[in-house]
């Protein structure tokens, strides 16, 4: 299973049963609206606090996926999640809601890729039956804890990104024939924490770029597949600043992804005329894009091989207050579909 220093190969093909994809109000605007289950109209939808209406798009995601895959939540072994907040509370939240047993873990807005990788890895080894996985973030309760609260109205640089409101989540079961047209997830590559030096918050793309470039290129090489293996390479939230960065990294290494086969979640999103800046972030941005719009997209056969490359930086308040450069790092993870 193990290839190389950083790479699995999962023998035994773990699915993606169903997922439930839960946005707000200005995803709701976006160019992905269609591909989302569950959208509010507002921010606190119905709570009296960010945090809570965060753990509220965890809830209803993960209600919405296990309907899908027609499983009760006792039927389900783990739930391995994260997001951005202090100590990952609205995902332990709504794993208390949940009422599972529960890896809560932190790859910032490299969480859904994280999570993936290793419930594929459990389920591979025969640890476990049915996971459900993912990650989520919102973008007032973010703005407060990284940066100033929205009702402030600071303005922020060209380089900034905008994080999105919204949860993916998946179940992840074990290859059979029920299961058999689903998307499978066959290999992953465990990134290494990375840092540049960049120590400006509002410059997450440049920041992750290179964990991003390193993983995909530990990934060709580990694997044996380079970038005509797949359809798409698709990372998580490096917007037009990172994804440019990567793309001019990986040519001077002499890897030639052609820029259309070359996508980033944070572009996806939100369209032209929504004032993000440089594109989204946040753990949500690949966890609504891979899990919603992409595996639809899979479904609808025009994708059969997409290499998801979910990127994070691995800062904190603390951190940032005490000028310290920021650690970023990026797991990628392979999925398939047969037809």
Known sequence: MIV?????????????IATGVTGGPFEKNGKLAEDFDLLYDDLWMGEDSYEKAHRLLIDEACRIALEKAELTKEQVNFMIAGDLINQITPTSFAARSLAVPYFGIFGACSTSMEGLALASFLINGNGADYIVTGSASHNAAAERQFRYPTEYGGQKPPTAQWTV????????????????????????????????????????????????????????????????????????????????????????????????????????????????QAGASGAASSATVIYGHLLKQMNYGFYKKILCVATGALLSPMTVQQKETIPCIAHAVSIEKNS
């Open 165 to 276: 409101t919204g949860a993916g989540y998946a179940i992840i079961a074990k290859q059979n024939e029920k299961y058999s047209e689903k998307p499978k997830i066959t290999a992953a590559t465990i990134g290494k924490v990375i840092d540049m030096g960049l120590s400006d918050p509002f410059n997450m793309g440049g920041a992750m770029a290179p964990a991003a470039a390193d993983t995909i290129e530990t990934h060709f090489e580990e694997t044996g597949r380079n970038h005509e293996y797949y359809d798409l390479i698709v990372t998580g939230d490096l917007g037009k600043i990172g994804r440019a960065t990567v793309l001019d990294l990986l040519h001077s290494k002499g890897i030639h992804i052609p820029e259309e086969k070359f996508l980033d979640c944070g572009l996806m999103l939100y369209k032209e005329e929504q004032p993000v």
């Open 4 to 16: 190389g220093k950083a790479s699995w190969f999962f023998e035994n093909e773990p699915v993606i």
